[in-house]
Structure formats: C-alpha cells, structure tokens
C-alpha cells in the first residue's frame, strides 16, 4: 500500500477514534453523576433524619439504586470501550507498517 494513502488512513482512523474517545468520556462521565446522585440521596434517606424506619429507609434507597442502574446501559458502555480499544491496536499496526516496527520489539523478536 502506498504510504500517503497508508497515512490519510491512518490519520482518519485517529479522527474517529478521537471522535468515539469523547464520546464515550461524556457517557462515563454521566455514570459518574448518576452514581454521585446515588450517594447523596442514600445519605439523605439514611441520615436525613424523620421518623420512617430502616425498613422505609431501605425501600427508598433500593428504589433509588434500580432507578439508576436501569439508566445505565452497560453493556454499550462496555462495547464501545472494547471498539475503542480494537481501533487503537488497529492504528498502532498501522503505523508499525509505515514506519517498521520499533527497535524495542526488533531487541524482543531477536531475543525470542
């Protein structure tokens, strides 16, 4: 293949990893404000004061937990960090095949 087509692929590559990268940082960083919101209300259910019992307390805070793990839709989490992590192996190969490998893995293969 023709290094500056070898190039401009990788190059789009990189872009759409970039693009999913954010992507996937916005979606985590969702999580971590569900899980945060999760942490305060169990607080204020547990701490809060009032007169329910342990047993309302712990109905409230179970609640809750489905409620936020419904919204959480970790299986595509999980898949577009594995997709993510393809198309980086993807890229590194790329450029191995336009630039030779690294003399770090020419010392590794001789050594083998």
């Known amino acids: 293949m023709d290094d500056r087509v070898l190039a401009t692929r990788i190059e789009m590559l990189e872009d759409e990893i970039c693009l999913r ?4 940082n916005a979606r985590i960083h969702e999580v971590e404000r569900l899980v945060e919101r999760l942490a305060a209300e169990t ?3 547990l701490c809060g ?3 329910p019992g342990i047993d309302v307390r712990t109905a409230r805070v179970m609640d809750l937990f489905e ?4 919204g959480v839709d970790a ?3 999980r898949r ?6 393809t198309m980086k192996a993807l890229a590194d190969g790329m450029h191995r095949e336009l630039t030779g490998p690294r003399t770090s ?4 293969a001789q050594a083998a």
């Open 49 to 51: 004061g009032g007169r």
């Open 67 to 70: 409620e936020v793990v419904r």
């Open 21 to 24: 990268g954010t992507r996937l």
């Open 80 to 85: 577009e960090a594995d997709e993510l992590t």
């Open 105 to 108: 893995e020419l010392i590794l």
């Open 75 to 77: 299986r595509s989490i």
């Open 43 to 45: 607080h204020e259910s």
